[in-house]
């Protein structure tokens, strides 16, 4: 420690001693805004997520002491992403800690169905919508963008507030006409074919040219449209 950094500190305890009025005090409402706050900062949030904190309450038993410095928090290095022990450390030379619990929800935008939608259905706004949900209760590749689903159809039976997946929804659907753009980097041409598979966005599927009648290996990159790159 730099002797600035010594006399800097030896000079806040010495005017602590002499007048103790300027240790800071904390009640349990300010830990919990402090300990919020500090959690929010340093926790990563998926992109267009949100985290929902809980701060577990500080024993009533346990009385808290002024502390000449601010206060600091650390999150350990190892540590579940919904649980973790908040460290809050007073650094003066009274030093004194605690560790508090503090439960952190991760909710992200999903799609899911509106009401119960049969096979087959085509989706848009009237049956689709956008919820934010537990991503621990998440399971596979959702979809989040309903410009991005209107007009997909669905490959099963959907129950009212099922998400939207790959799985069970097609992009291109088997037996319906498919635009084929066949692209390089100098040009581009485009046809039609009928799709012999299901896909979903970036899944390759084969494709019957309707011209030609030769069958070709497409990859989905929107409703009922392929690209074959050359």
């Avoid at 002491?65 to 030379?93: G, W």
């Avoid at 979903?200 to 040219?209: D, F, M, R, V, Y």
Wanted: with cysteine.
């Amino acid at each position: 420690m730099s002797k600035l950094k010594i006399l800097v500190k030896l000079t806040l305890i010495y005017f602590a001693v002499l007048n103790p009025s300027t240790a800071m005090t904390f009640d349990r409402d300010y830990l919990y805004n402090f300990i919020e706050n500090y959690v929010e900062s340093n926790i990563s949030i998926p992109a267009e997520g949100k985290i929902k904190i809980e701060v577990s309450p500080i024993d009533p038993r346990i009385s808290l002491q002024p502390c000449l410095l601010p206060l600091l928090a650390n999150i350990p290095e190892k540590h579940n992403s919904r649980n973790v022990n908040v460290k809050v450390l007073c650094p003066d030379e009274a030093s004194w800690q605690l560790f508090i619990p503090v439960k952190i929800q991760t909710i992200v935008p999903i799609l899911v169905t509106r009401m119960r939608v049969a096979k087959g259905t085509l989706l848009d706004n009237s049956n689709i919508e956008v919820i934010f949900k537990d991503n621990s209760q998440i399971r596979g590749s959702v979809l989040t963008d309903p410009a991005i689903v209107t007009g997909a159809r669905t490959k099963r039976n959907l129950s009212q507030g099922s998400a939207i997946t790959d799985r069970n929804t097609c992009f291109v659907c088997k037996g319906q006409p498919v635009n084929i753009i066949a692209r390089s980097v100098n040009f581009e041409i485009k046809s039609f074919g009928i799709a012999l598979k299901d896909g979903s966005l970036g899944e390759l599927i084969p494709i019957k040219n309707k011209e030609s009648g030769r069958i070709v290996q497409g990859q989905v990159n929107a409703i009922n449209q392929v690209v074959i790159n050359l």
